[in-house]
């Protein structure tokens, strides 16, 4: 793409966050596409007429928000769309129906589908008595033939016993569960936390140790209150974000302001 120089020397706004604007503009029309490598600060600075300072200072700034990613010794790459979710914060739907609601084809590679004794956290987050048996599920998940999210599972093997021989390659485990085993989920909690990736989620999931993750853990819950599955699920943060609809659960409406 042939860059033209629109740096409003006269502005008040600052050189790199006019760059900043103009670059995100170029990405959002299409000039460069997700994974696509763009001008080097040398030759955007040329371009703008401007230091490699300020070109530095608006590449950080987008990079900071996501828009762009950069690898040392490579360049400045345009980030990979984001995959949101709303339904897998807020409802009982799992990633692979939550993402099949959408038209989105998610592949899935089983790394663990074992019987093993519940460790302590399991044990408590299922309320199980200590060394009980569970079933332990590993997955890979991806999207667009890219890993996307690594998820830890344990189930009550007194509850599910057939998911120990289930073929969750395809399909969702909540469907499995739900017409295989009789055993539906009424209710759960989850909990979000951002953490960095160790030594196994990177080579998992194709990032660097330390990269961003996103933690969602959650407890799933049948209609009598018994504990059903607990997991542990780790989002590559780069692709992920998750979306919450605030409600007024009181129903106070509008209230005055202190």
């Not at 530095?56 to 990613?69: H, I, K, P, S, W």
């Not at 189930?155 to 539906?184: H, N």
């Not at 992920?240 to 409406?253: L, P, Q, W």
Request: net charge negative; hydrophobic share 40%; charged share 25%.
């Amino acid at each position: 793409m042939a860059l033209q120089s629109t740096i409003d020397r006269g502005s008040h706004v600052p050189y790199y966050l006019q760059l900043k604007e103009t670059l995100t503009e170029g990405i959002e029309q299409g000039n460069w596409g997700p994974g696509e490598l763009i001008p080097s600060e040398s030759e955007l600075g040329k371009s703008f007429g401007v230091s490699r300072t300020v070109v530095r200072q608006a590449l950080n700034e987008m990079t900071y928000e996501g828009l762009v990613v950069r690898q040392r010794g490579k360049g400045t790459f345009v980030s990979q769309p984001k995959i949101s979710s709303r339904s897998l914060v807020q409802s009982l739907e799992g990633f692979y129906g939550d993402m099949a609601d959408r038209g989105v084809q998610v592949i899935t590679q089983v790394l663990e589908q074992t019987l093993q004794p519940a460790d302590s956290d399991v044990a408590l987050n299922l309320k199980l008595e200590a060394m009980a048996p569970v079933v332990k599920l590993v997955r890979l998940r991806f999207v667009e033939q890219e890993p996307i999210v690594l998820v830890e599972s344990h189930l009550p093997y007194e509850m599910c016993r057939d998911v120990i021989k289930a073929d969750l390659a395809e399909g969702s485990l909540y469907a499995f569960l739900e017409e295989q085993c009789g055993l539906t989920i009424a209710r759960g909690w989850r909990r979000i936390e951002a953490i960095a990736a160790d030594e196994e989620a990177a080579a998992h999931l194709a990032i660097d140790v330390g990269s961003p993750l996103i933690r969602l853990k959650s407890v799933s819950y049948t209609s009598d209150g018994t504990p059903l599955e607990y997991f542990d699920a780790l989002f590559r943060g780069d692709r992920s974000r998750f979306e919450v609809e605030i409600v007024d659960i009181a129903g106070h409406g509008e209230r005055e302001r202190a």
